[in-house]
Protein backbone atom coordinates (compact mmCIF):
# COMPACT_ATOMS: atom_id res chain seq x y z
CA UNK A 1 0.00 0.00 0.00
CA UNK A 2 1.08 3.63 -0.54
CA UNK A 3 1.99 5.79 2.14
CA UNK A 4 -0.79 8.17 2.56
CA UNK A 5 -0.39 11.43 1.78
CA UNK A 6 -2.13 15.18 2.97
CA UNK A 7 -3.48 17.96 1.09
CA UNK A 8 -3.67 16.48 -2.64
CA UNK A 9 -5.68 15.17 -5.51
CA UNK A 10 -6.13 11.62 -5.05
CA UNK A 11 -4.59 9.21 -8.13
CA UNK A 12 -6.24 6.36 -9.81
CA UNK A 13 -6.89 4.02 -7.05
CA UNK A 14 -7.20 6.34 -4.16
CA UNK A 15 -9.75 7.92 -2.87
CA UNK A 16 -10.09 11.54 -0.39
CA UNK A 17 -10.48 10.69 3.30
CA UNK A 18 -11.39 13.60 5.79
CA UNK A 19 -11.18 14.22 9.38
CA UNK A 20 -13.23 16.97 11.05
CA UNK A 21 -12.55 18.37 14.29
CA UNK A 22 -15.26 20.19 15.99
CA UNK A 23 -14.55 23.08 17.23
CA UNK A 24 -15.11 22.87 21.54
CA UNK A 25 -13.23 24.26 24.30
CA UNK A 26 -11.74 21.35 26.05
CA UNK A 27 -8.38 20.60 24.77
CA UNK A 28 -8.79 23.14 22.41
CA UNK A 29 -4.90 23.58 23.03
CA UNK A 30 -4.17 20.09 22.45
CA UNK A 31 -3.60 19.58 18.66
CA UNK A 32 -3.37 15.67 17.68
CA UNK A 33 -1.81 13.82 15.15
CA UNK A 34 -3.26 12.04 12.86
CA UNK A 35 -1.83 8.54 11.91
CA UNK A 36 -2.77 6.30 9.03
CA UNK A 37 -1.54 2.88 9.21
CA UNK A 38 1.33 4.17 11.74
CA UNK A 39 2.10 7.18 8.95
CA UNK A 40 1.90 10.82 10.21
CA UNK A 41 -0.63 12.53 7.76
CA UNK A 42 -0.97 15.74 9.87
CA UNK A 43 -2.65 17.41 12.67
CA UNK A 44 -6.17 18.79 13.22
CA UNK A 45 -6.82 21.82 15.29
CA UNK A 46 -9.55 22.76 16.93
CA UNK A 47 -12.24 23.61 14.15
CA UNK A 48 -10.50 22.64 11.24
CA UNK A 49 -10.48 19.58 8.76
CA UNK A 50 -7.79 17.63 7.66
CA UNK A 51 -7.93 16.17 4.18
CA UNK A 52 -6.14 13.57 2.93
CA UNK A 53 -5.48 10.67 0.45
CA UNK A 54 -5.22 6.90 0.81
CA UNK A 55 -6.33 3.43 -0.64
CA UNK A 56 -9.68 2.21 -0.52
CA UNK A 57 -9.80 -0.89 2.40
CA UNK A 58 -9.47 -1.61 5.64
CA UNK A 59 -6.57 1.02 7.40
CA UNK A 60 -5.54 1.43 11.22
CA UNK A 61 -6.14 5.22 12.26
CA UNK A 62 -4.56 6.44 15.70
CA UNK A 63 -4.41 10.00 17.28
CA UNK A 64 -1.79 10.79 19.69
CA UNK A 65 -1.38 13.61 21.67
CA UNK A 66 -0.10 15.30 24.44
CA UNK A 67 -1.35 14.48 27.74
CA UNK A 68 -3.74 12.13 26.55
CA UNK A 69 -4.04 8.09 26.00
CA UNK A 70 -3.49 7.64 22.49
CA UNK A 71 -6.03 5.78 20.52
CA UNK A 72 -6.57 3.56 17.55
CA UNK A 73 -9.75 2.68 15.51
CA UNK A 74 -9.98 0.61 12.31
CA UNK A 75 -12.23 1.77 9.52
CA UNK A 76 -12.84 -0.07 5.86
CA UNK A 77 -12.27 3.69 4.33
CA UNK A 78 -14.09 4.61 0.78
CA UNK A 79 -14.38 7.52 -1.33
CA UNK A 80 -15.67 10.70 0.52
CA UNK A 81 -15.67 9.41 4.25
CA UNK A 82 -15.58 12.06 6.89
CA UNK A 83 -14.60 11.03 10.43
CA UNK A 84 -15.19 12.92 13.10
CA UNK A 85 -12.53 13.35 15.89
CA UNK A 86 -14.17 13.57 19.99
CA UNK A 87 -12.72 13.61 23.07
CA UNK A 88 -13.35 12.58 26.79
CA UNK A 89 -11.03 13.65 30.03
CA UNK A 90 -8.29 11.80 28.84
CA UNK A 91 -8.18 11.04 25.47
CA UNK A 92 -8.95 11.46 21.59
CA UNK A 93 -11.22 8.75 19.37
CA UNK A 94 -12.79 8.77 16.51
CA UNK A 95 -16.21 7.70 14.70
CA UNK A 96 -17.81 7.94 10.94
CA UNK A 97 -19.62 11.01 11.03
CA UNK A 98 -23.15 9.43 10.25
CA UNK A 99 -22.57 7.33 13.34
CA UNK A 100 -22.46 10.33 15.35
CA UNK A 101 -25.24 12.16 13.33
CA UNK A 102 -27.86 9.02 14.85
CA UNK A 103 -26.31 8.99 18.11
CA UNK A 104 -29.23 10.71 20.48
Known sequence: MKNPKKGRHPMSGEI??????PKFFFMSGNTPKVL?????????????????????GIHE?????????????????QEGDVLI????????FLRRKEDRDKSP
Open 16 to 21: NVEIWR
Open 36 to 56: VDGVQVGKVKNGETLSFTTTP
Open 61 to 77: LSLRAFGAVPSSATFDL
Open 85 to 92: IDNNLITW
